[in-house]
């Protein structure tokens, strides 16, 4: 088969189990959803595996979308090393997960059962043509669609009405940054006259040579990729617009693992990836990347340390990891980025997973506080959430540390940058952190005695079809790391020679000194997660601070007083006084003047008196006979 | 005006058309002011036949038979219409005692 019927058939796979489940697909059996829904999902991993071992490199055009003068969108999947690499993680760790949901959602009847694997399928395909697009627009496209399955998925039980908020908060946010993507390549069709990527990067490469400066005519360019950022951020859950992330733990926990972990907010370290070409000229633009990274990480970490839900401890951390990312990307060091994405969605994913098996045996609570003592129950849930936790945390050999540890060291080695060491140091405070809250979570929830409220006694052990995914990522988030150990200096750099042919090289090595304090960073976060089941967070100690950091530093009150509220204040006066006395009004009052035409006014015309119509008839013969007359004797 | 040769005695054809007129203004007004079935559809033959005097008045007067063949062909439609006229009122007369057409306005809207 041709790699370009392959490519096709990556994104047709879950396209169509999507249709089959939406259609017909719900009044079968529910073994039919069992199988369709995971397994479209594994045949797109199937087919991205082909495409892997055939080395396939290439853009494929399918048809023209859109054809308006010099303007042309071909719909065209672009096969390169950086996105058969996006389609491992979606595919495989989508795979584990989806199947995960088998035994995760059992509960729910026949049709939702099946529109919940319809979404996650919707969900896979649109992340695919997210990262498989060789053109802005069908990026865009992608962008917006995972948003839009992100706002289905979190929105899945929508008769609790937090679901349903927390869902259109998500969208909302989305959409802010949907408009700063379409605004971004907007300006890079004015300036380029081009939207596919290809086109783009030839212009770019034309109008700046490498090693030439030209930054002084390049506004155009940080203003394109200012705005590109927007979008990134919005759909990363960075500052400032990330409140809609752990609002979106409301969803089902695979959605919360697949989507809000491992892939989709993930999406703007790829955007930043794939645009690297724009970013590397725009310097201003690239800056800030790392920043709100850094930035973003730190302020997350901070307030996941007093979370008693445990899976916003999970969306908070998340948000650090994908802050990391951003640091990564931001400074340059992409390859060090994308390995970090990996192996997230190896330990992320695990972490809700095994998240998945305790709130599902403790009957949908997620309070950590009501948990407790949940070792002797849940074995091997224990086990694999701890391996999680270390990997989070970054402990040797843990595929977190061999990521997080070359992000940093990368980060501080970058030569001739003191930002980015001041972004390092903020970086290896959050590690520290990190090990902190890992720590609280771990101890609080499967150490201890059984909290008195635990709402079950004795847990279930989970299903097999739930322990084998957690298992294997258990087991990945354990190899995992080994493919890539430059960190330690053991010379084996699978991702970073795979993407390197992509996002290029990384342009520095690490010292000896970014690894012994990599090391060192690592001990001490290690310590500190051990420390965490003794030592309560220093801010329970100071009132403020705690209240700071439960109310989230106050972005969500904020936001709803700038910006919710003035809106419903709006709203409310354009419907009191506005929809209320003028438009209902006047759609009232036009009726009324209807009815008195068409009843009052013209009734009298219709009398049913034979001579009334008699008389109307003889007074018109007179009147145009007489008329007729006159206007002869005028003439 | 042209005068007519009635019988040997010679007369102005505006008579004629005066008296036509007479007769199809009692007519109408008998239609309007009458509230008896049967009265109006007299008037209503009065009228037809004003008009008829009207068409021999001036088919005598330009000497072209087309004019009182017309009259012959509007005496057979009244006629005709007489019929239908008094089918219908019959007809009404059996459902009801109707000595008013002012009764009989049930399309009032």
């Given at each position: 088969m041709s790699n370009a019927a392959l490519a096709l058939l990556i994104l047709l796979?879950?396209?169509?189990?999507?249709?089959?489940?939406?259609?017909?697909?719900?009044?079968?059996?529910?073994?039919?959803?069992?199988?369709?829904?995971?397994?479209?999902?594994?045949?797109?991993?199937?087919?991205?595996?082909?495409?892997?071992?055939?080395?396939?490199?290439?853009?494929?055009?399918?048809?023209?979308?859109?054809?308006?003068?010099?303007?042309?969108?071909?719909?065209?999947?672009?096969?390169?090393?950086?996105?058969?690499?996006?389609?491992?993680v979606i595919t495989g760790v989508g795979g584990l997960i989806v199947t995960y949901s088998v035994g995760y959602m059992e509960h729910e009847d026949g049709p939702s059962y099946a529109r919940f694997f319809c979404y996650m399928d919707i969900f896979v395909f649109s992340m695919l043509l997210l990262v498989l697009a060789d053109n802005l627009v069908f990026l865009i496209v992608g962008w917006a669609m995972v948003g839009l399955s992100s706002y289905l998925l979190i929105g899945f039980w929508y008769q609790r009405r937090s679901a349903v908020l927390a869902a259109r908060k998500a969208f909302v946010m989305n959409v802010i940054g949907d408009v700063g993507m379409i605004l971004g390549t907007f300006v890079l069709f004015v300036n380029v006259h081009s939207v596919s990527y290809s086109g783009v990067f030839d212009s770019l490469v034309r109008l700046c040579p490498a090693n030439s400066n030209c930054n002084g005519d390049s506004g155009w360019l940080e203003l394109a990729a200012f705005l590109l950022l927007v979008g990134a951020i919005a759909k990363s859950a960075q500052l400032p617009l990330h409140t809609w992330l752990p609002d979106a733990m409301e969803g089902p926990t695979p959605v919360s693992a697949l989507i809000h972990a491992a892939t989709m907010v993930t999406a703007g370290v790829y955007l930043v990836g794939r645009m690297h070409l724009i970013y590397d000229i725009a310097t201003y633009a690239h800056a800030a990347v790392a920043i709100i990274g850094a930035v973003t990480a730190l302020f997350a970490a901070t307030i996941a340390i007093v979370q008693v839900d445990i899976k916003r401890v999970l969306a908070y951390s998340t948000m650090i990891q994908i802050g990391y990312m951003f640091l990564a990307v931001g400074i340059g060091a992409y390859s060090a980025g994308f390995f970090h994405l990996l192996s997230h969605a190896f330990f992320k994913a695990l972490l809700f997973l095994a998240a998945g098996n305790v709130i599902h045996a403790m009957h949908d609570e997620q309070d950590m506080r009501k948990y407790g003592g949940l070792w002797r129950d849940m074995r091997l849930t224990s086990i694999t959430f701890l391996v999680g936790s270390l990997s989070l945390v970054g402990v040797i050999p843990l595929v977190g540390f061999f990521s997080k540890e070359q992000i940093l060291g990368l980060a501080f080695s970058k030569p001739d940058d003191a930002m980015v060491q001041i972004l390092w140091l903020v970086g290896a405070a959050t590690a520290l952190i990190t090990g902190f809250y890992t720590g609280r979570m771990w101890w609080l929830s499967f150490w201890g005695k059984p909290s008195p409220q635990r709402p079950v006694e004795h847990p279930h052990a989970p299903r097999l079809v739930m322990m084998v995914p957690v298992a294997t990522l258990a087991v990945l988030a354990i190899v995992g790391g080994f493919i890539e150990t430059r960190a330690l200096g053991l010379g084996l750099s699978a991702v970073s020679d795979f993407l390197g042919k992509v996002v290029g090289p990384p342009a520095w090595e690490d010292t000896g000194v970014a690894v012994a304090l990599g090391l060192v960073t690592m001990l001490l976060g290690a310590a500190l997660f051990a420390g965490a089941m003794r030592i309560r967070p220093w801010s329970s100690y100071v009132p403020w601070a705690q209240t700071l950091l439960e109310r989230k530093y106050y972005f969500d009150d904020i936001y709803a007083a700038a910006f919710v509220r003035p809106l419903d204040w709006v709203a409310g006066v354009a419907f009191r006084d506005v929809e209320r006395p003028v438009i209902d009004a006047a759609v009232v009052d036009t009726g009324r003047l209807t009815r008195w035409t068409s009843v009052e006014a013209s009734r009298n015309l219709q009398t049913g008196y034979f001579r009334n119509y008699v008389l109307v008839f003889v007074v018109g013969v007179v009147a145009i006979g007489g008329g007729l007359v006159i206007m002869r004797a005028l003439s | 005006m042209s005068t007519l040769d009635i019988g040997g005695s010679q007369l102005d054809a505006s008579w004629f058309l005066l008296l036509s007129a007479v007769l199809f203004s009692l007519g109408a007004v008998g239609v309007l002011v009458r509230r008896n079935p049967l009265v109006i559809l007299i008037s209503i033959e009065l009228m037809l036949n004003a008009a008829n005097l009207t068409l021999v008045t001036f088919s005598r007067q330009l000497q072209n038979m087309e004019g009182q063949l017309f009259a012959l062909m509007s005496m057979t439609v009244a006629a005709a219409e007489a019929v239908v006229g008094l089918a219908i009122l019959v007809d009404i007369f059996r459902v009801r005692d109707a000595e008013d057409v002012d009764d009989l306005s049930e399309l009032k809207g």
């Open positions: 796979f879950p396209a169509g189990g999507a249709v089959v489940l939406a259609g017909r697909g719900w009044r079968l059996p529910r073994i039919f959803t069992v199988i369709v829904g995971p397994g479209v999902v594994w045949l797109s991993f199937i087919a991205t595996m082909a495409l892997f071992l055939g080395n396939a490199n290439g853009d494929f055009t399918y048809w023209t979308w859109i054809k308006s003068g010099s303007f042309s969108v071909p719909f065209g999947l672009l096969i390169d090393n950086l996105s058969l690499f996006m389609c491992f | -």
